[in-house]
């Protein structure tokens, strides 16, 4: 389905197209989820790119730990 503004505001299909959009870049950098994850941030500044990727890949690493 089409994706606008007001549909974005609607939590399942915000989610459901943020992964479909960070899969797109996951296949488009080979699987390197940390390259996909600066893809999506998107920011022109290499060093905010590296660290929302880390940031990101940590707050993943605290809830795996909690579901454990």
Do not use: W
């Not at 007001?6 to 390259?35: F, P, Q, W």
């Not at 920011?43 to 990727?53: I, K, L, M, P």
């Amino acid at each position: 389905f089409p994706v606008t503004i007001n549909s974005l505001r609607d939590v399942e299909c915000n989610i459901k197209t943020g992964y479909d959009i960070l899969a797109h870049y996951r296949k488009m950098h080979n699987g390197d989820m940390t390259r996909a994850l600066q893809s999506y941030y998107g920011a022109t500044d290499r060093s905010a790119n590296e660290h929302y990727a880390s940031s990101v890949k940590a707050k993943a690493r605290f809830f795996v730990s909690k579901l454990g």
